[in-house]
């Protein structure tokens, strides 16, 4: 089976970062800037990170592999986990 090619145009619009979440810039950014408020034009300046669900569909695009976090544990399950290594190490 073939390799799965990345779609270029997807790949020039988004960028991926280190958690996996995939970040874009604000349309409109370009011209006509003088009609726009201050505020409208300050928000457009930084990148965005896409929602969830658009976010599957543009990392099928850019053959992302995308995954949920893992679970954070609560802080019981770590004092157990703790109290575990201390009794090994105290043996």
């Known amino acids: 089976m073939p390799k799965m090619k990345t779609h270029k145009g997807a790949a ?3 960028k991926v970062t280190k958690k ?3 970040k874009h810039f604000n349309a409109g950014h370009s011209h006509l800037m003088s009609t726009k408020s201050a505020k409208r034009k300050r928000k457009k300046r930084h990148a965005r990170v896409l929602s ?3 976010a599957r569909n543009v990392a099928l695009l850019m053959g992302v592999r995308t995954k949920p976090p893992a679970p ?3 802080q019981a ?3 157990a986990a703790e109290q575990a290594t201390a ?5």
């Open 20 to 22: 996996g979440k995939i």
């Open 12 to 14: 020039k619009r988004f």
């Open 52 to 54: 969830p669900s658009v």
């Open 72 to 74: 954070t544990p609560s």
């Open 77 to 79: 399950q770590i004092r």
């Open 87 to 91: 009794k090994t190490e105290s043996r």
